[in-house]
């Protein structure tokens, strides 16, 4: 069965964050969208309290704002003026053992007047979302892609045997997706055997608008600041070491979190057993060819450290919006070869900065003790402190490389 209904020249699939943002995107593209958004997995059909949040930087939240997106969020966005990072682990420095290599206990350490990133959580964005999805009259289908036909006729098959033909096909299917591999893609792992517990915990003293990340041995422990007395937590553990902690009770798991942490953050307490999320960071190279682009974790698997996933599908979006339109003003179809190679040039770049730079941070700080960690240390101590510092800091304040029109809160002509 041929679906006949209009000669559709933008499919998107995904229901994620991504897809959310991109059909957004697309809308203002003025582009003839149709939308297969996939049916729930199962388990997300259950609407199981999330309290997952997401960092998104500087350029994104002007994204947000020219999209109508955070006037419609049910809770602030919560501002980070301050980030602390340290290379050490905290009882190194209680126990003395280290003290005359390391004079302090954050060695890097940045202010802000001005806000460099916000903290949302990830229900809040979708709800925004949906509002305007609703009112844009976008309907997305609940039906899965099963096959992409590349060659003769351009169309993607459901699972029902429905035929849709498309101009262009815009992926947002998440990092596990087979449609990656079906398209033509090639996507490299990067799993290092690490989960990440993620969770919302509270402190005994106020959060000060700080983030840190502390590299500990086995990977990161980064605390978002939420609210006032709320952090969010993401522990990048080893997969081992993540079964001995789902174990434990929260009073046990509490006294772990602070023992590995330390004090600066007053008493922290889990609000609520936290999730454990298997990680895969994935690197694809080449993200779009032949009417075909990759966007979110589909195009990009970073690892957590940076809180940089979502800022790079936001990019995705925004390029893409800017490739439509310029496409458009040059009388050209969304079929157009340009618009896949001129979002594959403008995304490349950033993305490959990306990937390495977590890839190398991850790699580099977490390592059992002995040399390698050590020279991490020294390094970060006294050569390359001010190197990573710059790294991180353009992390956090985003559009380094990639600067789409919605970066600077315009939405393009
Ligand atoms: C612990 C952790 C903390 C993080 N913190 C941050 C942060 O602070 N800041 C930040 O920017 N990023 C962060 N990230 C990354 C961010 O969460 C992801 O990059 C982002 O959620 C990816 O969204 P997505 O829509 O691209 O993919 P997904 O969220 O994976 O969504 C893809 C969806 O598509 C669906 N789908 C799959 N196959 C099909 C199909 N055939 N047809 C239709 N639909 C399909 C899937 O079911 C899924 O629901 C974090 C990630 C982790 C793991």
Known sequence: M?????????????????????ALCLYHAGCNVLWLAGKPMAGQEKTAPDNRTTTIHQAGMKMLDALGITPLLASPAWPINRILVSDRPADDRISGQKKDVYKTDWPMDWHHD???????????????????????????????????NKTGRRLVIDSDGTEYPFDL?????????????????????????QTALVGMLASSTPTEHTAYQRFLAEGPLALMAM??????????????????????????LDSELNRQFGEQAGQLRFCAP?????????????????????????????????GMGLNLGLADAACLLDCLMQARKRGLTPAHISICDRYQAQR???????????????????????????VGGVGMSLVGRSVIMGQLKQLAMGGRLSRPQLFSGKLPQ
């Open 2 to 22: 041929i679906d006949t209904h209009s000669q559709h020249q933008v499919i998107l699939t995904g229901n994620g964050l991504t897809a959310q943002i991109m």
């Open 114 to 148: 001005q806000p460099m990133a916000h903290v949302v959580l990830n229900h809040d964005l979708q709800q925004a979302c949906n509002i305007l999805i609703d009112r844009y009259q976008i309907h997305p289908k609940q039906v899965n892609i099963t096959t992409i």
């Open 169 to 193: 096909l815009v992926i947002c299917a998440g990092g596990r997706t087979k449609l990656i591999g079906q398209a033509g893609f090639r996507k490299i792992s990067q799993k290092a055997g």
């Open 227 to 252: 609210d006032d007395r709320h952090f969010s937590l993401v522990w990048t553990v080893s997969d081992q070491s993540a079964d001995r902690l789902m174990a434990l009770d929260l009073p046990e």
């Open 274 to 306: 936290p999730l454990r999320w298997p990680l895969s960071p994935h690197y694809v190279r080449k993200i779009a060819k032949d009417g075909i682009v990759l966007a979110g974790d589909s195009a990009h698997g970073l690892h957590p450290l940076a």
């Open 348 to 374: 490349q770049a950033e993305i490959l900065a990306l990937s390495a730079t977590t890839q190398l941070l991850n790699r580099w700080f977490s390592r059992p003790e002995g040399l390698v960690r050590m």
